[in-house]
Each structure stands twice: as C-alpha cells, then as structure tokens.
C-alpha cells in the first residue's frame, strides 16, 4: 500500500521503493507534470500502481492535523513528513517508529484509506458528476455477471465478510476437523518415549490423527490465503485466526495469478457448494484471482476510483448526516437564495429560548462546512468572505421568513421568526463545521479513534455581527459559532450507509448545537422572564418604551402570558471585548440594564436571572395581569345642549354659522374641564356639532351661566334628526360613538 496526502506538494523524482520514483509510480494512473519537479496532487480515492505493482490511496488534506517538524516547520504526520511515508514498509519509516507503532499507524491508515474509499463509492450511488473519475469492471459469479468498481471493493469485501463470519468458519473447522487432535494411541507408545510418574506412564509428545486437508477444506485454504497475500503484498490488515497451512504469498502470485490457475480451479471444484455462504466465499475467491490475473496480464490497466474537489464530497456528507432530507423539504428560496447564494446545509429545528412542538415557534438553523488543512495552532482559519456570507444567508432567510406573512402566506408550515408584540426576532443558529483529526498532541484517548463522534467547539469560535450593542433579539445581531466534528467517525458513518445510525447521531449533533449555543448566549447574556401584574396596562407601557425595550425582549409563544428578557452581562466583559464591544460601552450598557430593570418592575413581576436549557421554567406569580390590549376608556367630551326656536341665535345655529352658545343653567353632574365639542339640539334635532375653542363662566341677566366660544362646524349628514327628550337631555357629556349612534 502506498499513500499520497491530497494538496501536498511532492518531489516527483524521490526514490519510493525498487528503484521508482514517486513519477514513476503514479505516472500510468494520474495525471504527471513532466518538466515540473514537485507537484501537489488535487484527488482523494484509490487506484492501482501498475509500475509498483501495488495499490495507491490518496487521503484527504486534513489527516495532515497540524503537527510540524521543528526544524524545517514542515508539515508532519505522525512525525514523519508525507513523503517519508508514501511506503510504510520502508527502512526509514521502521527506524522512525518501534514495531508497535509502525503497526498501528499502518492499521490506521489502512482503515481510513477503506473508509475514504467507501465514502466515495456511497457518493456515487447518487451523484454522477465531473468531480469522480472511476472504471467499472464485470466479473463471472456462478454463472451470472456481479460489478466490482476495483480490486478494492474485492479486497473490502473479502475482509468485511472474515470479520462477520467468524462464528462460520469455526463451525466449519469443527466439524471438517473432529478427530483433528485425538491422540493415536498405537503411533504414540510405539514412537514416543514415556516417563513413568506414580506407576503411570506419561507420554510427553503424543502423536495426534492428523488428518490432510480433504476436497471439502480447499475453499477455505483459498480463501485464507488470499487473505495473507494482501496482507503481506498490500498492507492490509486482517486477523486471521483459522490454522491451515496456506498457500504461500509468491506461490499464490506465481501460479494462482499469473498463470490463471487460481480461476481454473475454482471453476473445477465450484459444484461442491451449494450454501450461501460457501458460493460467497467462492464469488470472492473467483473475483479476486479474476482482477489479479488482468491487472497482472495487462488486459485491465485501469482500477480505480478518484475524486477531484473532495470539499464538494465532504459538504454533501455533512448535509446528509446533519440535514437528513430536511433541506430538500425547504422551500428553494431558502437554500437557492436570489442574489444567488446557495446554502450548504439548513433544517428546522428547536428555539434557542424555548422547547415547542409548534412549527411557527421553532426557528432555522443555518450552517456552512469546511474543509481546511489545520494550521499549527490546530484551528481552522476562517476568511472574512466565508463570515460574512454565512450572515447574508441569515438575513436573506429572515427577509424571506418577514415577506412570507407579510404577504399573508404564513399558514403555519414555516418558524414565524418575528413576534407581533415586542418585535423582537427568534435568534437564528449560525455555525460552521470543519473536519478535524485529533493529533497526538491534544487527541489524548482520542487519537486515531474512529468512534470519538463529540462535537467539539473551537478556541474563540464565536463572531458577533450586530447593528446596535445588547440587542439580542434584534434581526441584525448573528452569533456565528464554530465547531469541529472527528473526520474519521464521520467517513465511518457515512461510508457504512446506515440509515438508522446516521438518524441516531444526527438527533444528537442537533441537539448539541442547541444546548452548545444556548451555552455561548448564557456567557453573554442574562436571562429573565417578566410577566403583566394585575391592573397595569403592560401592552402600553410596552409601546410606550419600545426604544428602550426594542432587541431585548421576545414572546416565544404567542399565547402566553410572559415574555422573556435578555440584558448584556457585565461579568463576561473578556467574552464581549473578544467580540470587539468596547470596555466604555460594555459598562454604559449595564447601567441602563439597572435602570431599565427598576422601571420594568413597575408593571411586571421580573423573575430572577436564569440560564438557558433544554426547557424553559417560568415561576408562578398570583394576580397575574395581561399582555394584551386593554379596551380603552370611553372617552366623554362632547356636550349636549337645546336651542330653542324662540332663540336670537336659533338661525345661526340652523345654518351652522353659530360663534357662540350660552347655557344658562349650569349642569353639575359633569366636568366643564372636558368638554371639547358641542352638539346643539336645534328645535330638538342634530345634524352636527361644533368645535369648542373656549370654555368658561359668564353672566346672562345678571346670573352665572356657562359660555363657549365655537369654532368649525362638523356636519354628521345631510338629514336632521329628533333625539331631544326622545334620545337625549342637554347639559350630558356623551362620546363621540353615543353621538353617532344617536344619529343614526
């Protein structure tokens, strides 16, 4: 086996083993510059070395973790440069390593070349695009055509199937076996010397019934030792724990593949087996001396499966794994956005503030993968472009979300992002994923594990945009986080294909990006939940302090009477400096909090500061008020009064020129302060009322009267109508909705 680094610049003309240079190896199967001296390799993926005679894995960039050779700053891997490893069975890598570690490094790699590989293969099934470059191959199978892309997929299959099957093979050694280790007792007494032990003769070295392999055994003795020859020609690793006595490997290459004997045999002896297992096992026997002998004979010259732009690969693995189908079931303006952004992975998930089983209470979680070689700080270093693309697939989302029920197609089916009261903006998870390998340094128990599947958040991955200071529930402030997943659990499971375990652990990164994020939110903000006290007009006193209130509060549930506070912490003041607040502004804030805090606490029971979880606990106050409107008090300003016709002034009022009214009676029951308007009752009929400029206290026959100054005349229609007696007295204060009705 012989490894290449993808993206890793090579010296073309150093020697890799008998005599071939890394050119002369890779020259019959990729692409080779020939005038340039080192060159950087963009596939990832399998082929076969025709040249070395041998199988060649390029790996993906990111196995190259960070680590770097103090001397020259090179880039390492497991202490060794990319090109000192290309062949792990060279005397350099051996005296590099002691035995047990050349052997698990070797063992690594070979499982996360297969992996790789699978990963690929499972890409296919469902892409077919420029990025692959693959030969598809055919082979016989008991009398029917079976595909293997490559000598690798014989290869994986015939290790796959000795580790499922060992239960078989044991039962089969049994039973060819019985008798195998009784001891011939004749041979024994007359051959072996015995030992006479408390009068009983003991025999040291007993003879046992030998048995020689029989026809039936011949499969198993093939099938093994295909399996030792790739393990001791390509570096494979495979256990092999039935004692025959194999085929030796340069025998197997001498007779069995070169000369075809391998076939030939097993086309004689394949109408002994009948059960399944026993044609699998002879299917993969067959295949594999099948793909040898061309490879070998040069009638197939071309193995192998290579991906170019394996980002692409590793964005569509994520999105299967994180996103599930969720994203195909997303409306295409949310993914294919239209100023031509394409969203790399995108589902609906749980509020950051609170648990609901609503669709319109939940919110969008918006992400973006990468896949970057680690620097030396073992960070993935992320440009200004890919941060501030992530925020405009963000603002694109909620300007889309705001449009939708804007325009009345908010039925429900899609997070309503904005709350009608407060308008205040459900908080959008934003993250980044980057694939990483734990090095040596830091992995710990981890190292080279492929079952680590933790999500892990990366030092000072955290960006804040933001158009005003502690407003978390404003549309323009974005936390973007940033996290790490293991690259070899992810290929594992994706490269396995299982639907139920890639559901298992796509309920659980889920669930951590919630519980990781609302973790970052509890280190910047103060969490409170406030609700209406009895008798107090919170609707109003909420419009009436929207400025102060805007951004720091929200109703995560429309139907509930409590909303829930967000207020800058003052102790995290290193975390907001990171994020580029200022020290000044930091403290200017938390002194409007303190003020903030007193006055809200005249119109709502403010709980005690809480952080973020799973479920959101509000506490139980008594004599809770209401969120909603209150009706407003009927507003009385308007008065009645009689103009008789007898009166100087009747025909001012009759052809509503009238500047003045006099009431000589002053009315008690009512507040003159309040009076706005006047509805004069001419002859006992209205038709419209006047505009009061003045209100104040006169004489009229040398006794106290209540005057008012008129001013515009408002007409209520064409017709007059009688209400004096019938409907209404002078000298009432009524409302402008009592007036109309009357009229009509």
């Not at 086996?1 to 083993?17: A, K, N, Q, T």
């Not at 908010?410 to 459900?426: H, S």
């Not at 006193?541 to 409590?562: C, E």
Request: hydrophobic residues 35%; contains cysteine; neutral net charge.
């Amino acid at each position: 086996m012989l490894l290449f680094i993808e993206g890793y610049p090579y010296s073309l003309d150093d020697m890799v083993r008998d005599g071939l240079t890394v050119r002369d190896v890779l020259k019959d199967v990729v692409s080779v510059p020939a005038k340039e001296n080192r060159y950087a390799f963009g596939y990832v993926g399998y082929c076969y070395s025709k040249a070395a005679k041998d199988v060649v894995f390029f790996l993906p960039k990111v196995v190259l973790t960070g680590e770097q050779n103090e001397e020259n700053g090179d880039d390492t891997i497991f202490g060794a440069s990319p090109q000192e490893i290309i062949d792990f069975e060279s005397d350099k890598i051996k005296s590099k390593f002691t035995e047990e570690g050349c052997k698990e490094y070797k063992e690594f790699l070979s499982t996360l070349s297969i992996w790789v590989y699978r990963t690929i293969s499972v890409y296919k099934k469902t892409h077919n695009d420029n990025i692959l470059e693959s030969k598809e191959y055919q082979t016989e199978s008991r009398g029917r055509k079976q595909k293997h892309n490559t000598l690798l997929d014989v290869i994986i299959a015939l290790r796959d199937f000795n580790r499922d099957n060992q239960d078989y093979f044991t039962f089969i050694v049994k039973n060819v076996h019985s008798g195998y280790n009784r001891i011939n007792w004749n041979k024994t007494i007359t051959s072996s010397p015995a030992f006479i032990q408390s009068d009983t003769p003991v025999y040291i070295e007993p003879v046992n019934k030998k048995k020689m392999v029989n026809f039936d055994e011949e499969l198993l003795v093939i099938y093994f030792s295909i399996l030792n020859y790739i393990r001791e020609t390509h570096g494979f690793s495979f256990e092999i724990n039935i004692h025959y006595h194999l085929i030796n490997p340069d025998k197997l290459r001498r007779t069995y593949i070169k000369k075809n004997l391998g076939c030939r045999r097993l086309k004689q002896i394949k109408y002994k087996y009948f059960a399944d297992k026993a044609l699998r096992i002879w299917d993969l026997c067959y295949a594999f001396f099948d793909r040898e002998y061309k490879i070998a004979m040069n009638r197939q010259s071309e193995d192998f499966l290579l991906a170019k732009n394996f980002e692409h690969i590793f964005e569509v693995m994520i999105d299967t794994l994180i996103g599930g189908n969720d994203k195909q079931n997303l409306p295409k303006e949310l993914t294919e956005q239209k100023d031509g952004k394409l969203v790399d992975h995108m589902f609906i998930g749980q509020g950051l503030i609170e648990q609901s089983d609503i669709q319109s209470e939940l919110t969008y979680y918006i992400g973006d993968s990468k896949y970057y070689k680690r620097s030396k700080n073992d960070r993935t270093q992320l440009g200004d472009k890919s941060i501030y693309k992530q925020y405009t697939y963000a603002r694109n989302v909620i300007q889309w979300n705001m449009n939708l029920f804007l325009d009345g197609d908010g039925n429900g089916e899609q997070p309503q992002l904005r709350d009608v009261l407060t308008e205040g903006y459900n908080p959008i998870p934003n993250f980044f994923i980057s694939a990483r390998i734990p090095d040596k340094r830091n992995g710990g128990s981890k190292f080279l594990s492929f079952d680590d599947k933790d999500l892990k958040m990366q030092a000072e991955g955290v960006q804040l945009n933001r158009q005003f200071e502690n407003r978390l529930f404003d549309r323009d402030t974005l936390l973007l986080c940033h996290y790490d997943v293991n690259f070899l659990y992810i290929v594992s499971l994706y490269g396995r294909d299982n639907k139920s375990a890639q559901s298992i652990w796509r309920e659980y990164v889920r669930k951590e990006f919630r519980n990781r994020i609302q973790a970052t939110l509890n280190q910047l903000y103060t969490f409170r939940t406030i609700q209406p006290r009895e008798g107090m007009d919170c609707y109003q006193f909420i419009q009436d302090n929207f400025q102060r209130l805007n951004g720091k509060l929200y109703r995560p549930k429309a139907d509930r009477n409590y909303l829930v506070l967000a207020l800058m912490k003052e102790e995290e003041a290193d975390m907001w400096v990171a994020l580029h607040v200022k020290p000044e502004t930091i403290r200017g804030e938390v002194d409007k909090n303190k003020e903030l805090l007193d006055s809200l606490q005249t119109h709502f029971y403010v709980s005690k500061p809480f952080m973020l979880d799973t479920e959101l606990h509000v506490e139980g106050v008594g004599n809770v008020g209401t969120l909603n409107m209150l009706p407003k008090p009927e507003v009385k300003n308007i008065l009645t009064g009689m103009v008789r016709t007898t009166d100087t002034d009747y025909s001012d009022f009759y052809s509503h020129t009238a500047k003045t009214y006099t009431m000589e009676r002053i009315p008690t029951s009512i507040n003159v302060m309040n009076i706005r308007y006047f509805l004069p009752m001419v002859g006992g009929d209205i038709d419209g009322y006047y505009k009061v400029e003045k209100v104040y206290l006169g004489y009229k026959n040398e006794n106290l009267c209540l005057k008012l100054n008129l001013s515009s005349f408002i007409s209520l229609g064409k017709k007059w109508v009688s209400i004096y007696r019938i409907k209404m007295q002078p000298g009432e204060l009524i409302s402008f909705d009592l007036m109309t009705k009357l009229y009509e």
